[in-house]
């Protein structure tokens, strides 16, 4: 094996594997288990108040936050300890770290690929904005979720949903219309910083910066030898 210049920061699953130097090293003994199950939550800190006759005020108070909760089938402790040793070396909620979502892994359209790109500059709060895609294949649906690679600004990590997409023949005529090779993408949140024009839109295997919810890690090892672990994680931008 070679030197390395980076250790890997995102925690090992099946699609992505850490040698035990430290360094991604993707092949089969070097993957990590597969996610049992999933749970996943967004926290919107809203402020209501209601008048006596029954108007309703409201006001968002900060900024969205995920959580995100992994229970793992029973592990050897070959499977089990990728995972457990990776965590440690983050000393609880200390080191963040990166995570893959099985559900948002991928693309809804099957036939996705290929890249698109932020079409302008934008300010951070706006709602929408239009990409590029003329050398992509596909289209981005409600639902979808992606991150930005923006050369401009390294610490915009936010996961965004995709609430609306609309094209050149389909369009909110209080918007422009958007050209034959653009989308106009909405977007919940809003954008959290400013956006420079040709930042890439990270579709495929958009990762969730994250530190984990407690400083407590903890799993049980019953007589047939076999691990049973689980962890929640929160989102944490830097």
């Given at each position: 094996?070679?030197?390395?210049?980076?250790?890997?920061?995102?925690?090992?699953?099946?699609?992505?594997?850490?040698?035990?130097?430290?360094?991604?090293?993707?092949?089969?003994?070097?993957?990590?288990?597969g996610?049992?199950?999933?749970?996943?939550?967004?926290?919107?800190?809203?402020?209501?108040?209601?008048?006596?006759?029954?108007?309703?005020?409201?006001?968002?108070?900060?900024?969205?936050?995920?959580?995100?909760g992994?229970?793992?089938n029973?592990?050897?402790?070959?499977q089990?300890?990728?995972?457990?040793?990776?965590?440690?070396?983050?000393?609880?909620?200390?080191?963040?770290?990166?995570?893959?979502?099985?559900?948002?892994?991928?693309?809804?359209?099957?036939?996705?690929?290929?890249?698109?790109?932020?079409?302008g500059?934008?300010?951070?709060?706006?709602?929408?904005?239009?990409?590029?895609?003329?050398?992509?294949?596909?289209?981005?649906?409600?639902?979808?979720?992606?991150?930005?690679?923006?050369?401009?600004?390294?610490?915009?990590t936010?996961?965004?949903?995709?609430?609306?997409?609309?094209?050149?023949?389909?369009?909110?005529?209080?918007?422009?219309?958007?050209?034959?090779?653009?989308?106009?993408?909405?977007?919940?949140?809003n954008?959290?910083?400013?956006?420079?024009?040709?930042?890439?839109?990270?579709?495929?295997?958009?990762?969730?910066?994250?530190?984990?919810?407690?400083?407590?890690?903890?799993?049980?090892?019953?007589?047939?030898?076999l691990?049973?672990?689980?962890?929640?994680?929160?989102?944490?931008?830097?």
């Amino acid at each position: 094996m070679a030197s390395f210049s980076n250790f890997a920061n995102r925690l090992p699953d099946p699609a992505y594997g850490i040698d035990e130097a430290g360094q991604n090293i993707n092949s089969a003994a070097n993957y990590g288990p597969g996610f049992a199950s999933v749970s996943f939550s967004k926290e919107q800190p809203t402020m209501m108040s209601r008048t006596n006759s029954g108007r309703v005020v409201t006001r968002s108070l900060v900024g969205e936050t995920l959580k995100i909760g992994i229970t793992y089938n029973p592990l050897t402790r070959a499977q089990f300890e990728p995972v457990y040793s990776f965590l440690t070396e983050k000393k609880g909620r200390l080191k963040p770290f990166f995570v893959s979502l099985p559900q948002y892994a991928d693309a809804q359209d099957s036939t996705f690929s290929g890249s698109i790109t932020v079409d302008g500059a934008y300010a951070a709060g706006v709602d929408n904005f239009l990409a590029d895609h003329s050398s992509l294949t596909g289209t981005p649906k409600r639902g979808d979720t992606f991150t930005i690679t923006d050369s401009a600004n390294s610490n915009h990590t936010k996961l965004y949903t995709v609430t609306r997409v609309q094209t050149n023949s389909d369009y909110y005529s209080g918007e422009s219309q958007p050209s034959v090779d653009q989308y106009r993408i909405y977007c919940q949140p809003n954008l959290v910083y400013s956006v420079a024009d040709n930042s890439t839109l990270n579709f495929v295997t958009p990762l969730v910066r994250v530190i984990q919810a407690s400083d407590v890690r903890e799993y049980s090892l019953g007589t047939n030898n076999l691990y049973t672990f689980s962890l929640s994680l929160e989102e944490a931008q830097p």
